[in-house]
């Protein structure tokens, strides 16, 4: 075990995220350096300490550096605009002074697999970031990847995004050059193993999963997945500059950082050394499984989420349309209700059945209706019991998927819809009154799920907004638990 503490960098990002997870779990003692301290608010451990530093400000590194053994260098400026291969090499300068005045012993850090002299200004900006680490006479140990596969990963959420959005596409040149995926659970062990590596000097591994694929393949693996059927037509002509356009078109959240990407692609990203399969316990899984695990961790992700909580703190919800988060659409409101969440939680488990909706039942039974029409199973299971629910009760078309007693309520749709669907309510105490968040989720299967959300949104919002002030006002006027509620 290493004596001092271990400084994590850009634990705000995808990788560092994930690394500051792992790297506690192991009991390490880690400190992570954020110019935006409050971004790892909820996400650091007690026993991690968090401190503000700039890349640009030698002096804030060397305050964070102090006490420290082991040093990840995980910060990069895809995202940023302006020239960012100055931003990183003055990053790194700074970096290395002030860990060579502090005394670190050690410098792990990730960048990509680049082959060649003709490269992106991405991967030489990679490239020089890695020479001027491993040239300041600390041990580096640099790792360089391909493709990352993980939910969230920049990479995965391109694919998903023309996946989902496009059911024909023209693919350029660049799309069927190998590289080497790995899965992002791969690549935090090779990042965890490395704190423990005897190790002297500098090294450099390559590291990737066991199959050569090019971008095309993982688009048809994540198709395969997801059960969407693309006519995918290759065209010679579609430069990188071009691309870029296109992407922005369809994916505009990733059009700038998206360029880059497409850029680094242009060249074979594989694996030409393979000593870091023969040094690490690292076994890279193949990426029909990575892909698989980053579909179910979004999963499982999703599950956890207090919708509430992600939208007020990151997000400002749109007025219409709701807002985008990964695959999923998601739409909430809210109100204040002058009760005990106790009183609250107990109206909305009153819902469905021959209880009703609250609000609009005709409309609920003509969905029901068409549901029925279409094949599926429409209103008619009703449900169990008037007065509780508990998970795996049927509502209508709906079944229980979640339910914490006085805190929150979660649904999930089973009639016919192109997507899978969830109805979110949660109830907290707001000072000697009581908040209802009501949320609907959506993730949208291919392009008719996106028609599906945003043309039947004006009605759907419409019907859930006066659920939403039915409930809170039925909270206060309404007759007896056993009596129904339309």
Same mark, same amino acid.
């Not at 969230?152 to 040149?173: A, D, Q």
């Not at 999930?412 to 969830?422: F, H, L």
């Given at each position: ?18 690394l ?12 992570c ?42 910060v ?5 605009q ?18 060579q ?17 003709k ?17 300041s ?21 391109m ?12 693919t ?10 790995i ?18 000097e500098?090294?450099v591994?390559?590291?990737g ?8 393949d ?19 002509? !579609?430069?990188? @500059?071009?691309s870029?356009?296109?992407? *922005?078109?369809?994916?505009? +959240?990733?059009a &700038? =950082? $998206?360029?880059? /990407? ?38 499982q ?12 703190s ?22 204040l ?34 549901? !029925?029409?279409? @094949? ?5 299971? *009703?449900?169990?019991?008037? +007065?509780?629910? &508990? =998970? $795996?009760?049927t /509502? ?10 006085n ?33 609907a ?10 028609v ?24 206060h ?10």
């Amino acid at each position: 075990m290493i004596s001092g503490r271990i400084l994590l960098t850009g634990a705000t990002g995808y990788v560092g995220g994930r690394l500051l997870k792992a790297l506690e779990s192991k009991g390490y003692a880690v400190r992570c350096l954020a110019r935006r301290p409050e971004f790892l608010k909820g996400k650091a451990s007690d026993a991690t300490e968090v401190v503000q530093g700039d890349f640009l400000d030698e002096a804030s590194l060397e305050k964070a550096m102090e006490g420290i053994d082991t040093a990840y260098y995980l910060v990069h400026s895809m995202g940023t605009q302006g020239i960012f291969d100055e931003e990183e090499t003055r990053s790194a300068l700074n970096f290395v002074k002030a860990a060579q005045k502090i005394g670190i012993r050690r410098i792990i850090y990730l960048g990509g697999i680049s082959h060649g002299e003709k490269l992106s200004p991405h991967l030489k900006s990679r490239q020089t970031v890695g020479k001027i680490l491993r040239g300041s006479g600390i041990p580096t140990i640099e790792f360089q990847a391909s493709i990352i596969i993980g939910s969230g990963s920049l990479s995965f959420e391109m694919i998903r995004s023309l996946m989902n959005r496009l059911p024909v596409m023209t693919t350029p040149k660049w799309v069927r050059v190998l590289a080497q995926p790995i899965g992002i659970e791969d690549v935090i062990q090779y990042l965890t193993e490395a704190v423990e590596l005897p190790l002297h000097e500098s090294h450099v591994f390559e590291i990737g999963g066991p199959e050569k694929l090019s971008y095309l393949d993982l688009m048809k693996e994540y198709g395969r997945q997801k059960n969407l059927k693309r006519l995918i037509i290759p065209v010679p002509v !579609l430069t990188p @500059g071009l691309s870029s356009l296109w992407l *922005g078109l369809v994916t505009p +959240l990733y059009a &700038r =950082v $998206g360029r880059k /990407l497409i850029e680094s692609m242009r060249h074979e990203t594989t694996v030409k050394d393979e000593s870091a399969l023969k040094i690490f316990s690292v076994k890279p899984m193949p990426i029909r499984e990575a892909m698989r695990r980053a579909l179910k961790n979004e999963d499982q992700s999703f599950a956890a989420t207090r919708w509430s909580d992600a939208l007020s703190s990151s997000y400002k919800n749109k007025s219409w349309g709701g807002i985008q988060l990964g695959s999923r659409l998601v739409e909430t409101s809210s109100t204040l209700i002058d009760a005990t969440p106790e009183k609250v939680f107990e109206f909305i488990t009153r819902i469905g059945g021959k209880n009703g909706w609250y609000f609009a039942n005709g409309l609920w039974k003509l969905r029901g209706y068409l549901d !029925l029409f279409a @094949g599926g199973v429409g209103m008619r299971r *009703g449900r169990r019991d008037a +007065l509780s629910l &508990r =998970v $795996g009760d049927t /509502l209508d078309w709906w079944r229980v998927e979640s339910i914490e007693p006085n805190s929150l309520l979660r649904l999930y749709a089973e009639m016919k819809v192109p997507g899978r669907a969830w109805l979110q309510f949660e109830v907290k105490k707001e000072g000697q009154k009581t908040i209802l968040h009501q949320t609907a989720i959506f993730d949208p299967h291919g392009l008719w799920g996106l028609v599906y959300w945003y043309g039947l949104y004006p009605v759907h919002r419409f019907v859930f907004t006066g659920m939403l002030k039915r409930i809170a006002k039925s909270v206060h006027f309404q007759p007896p638990q056993d009596s129904g509620l339309v």
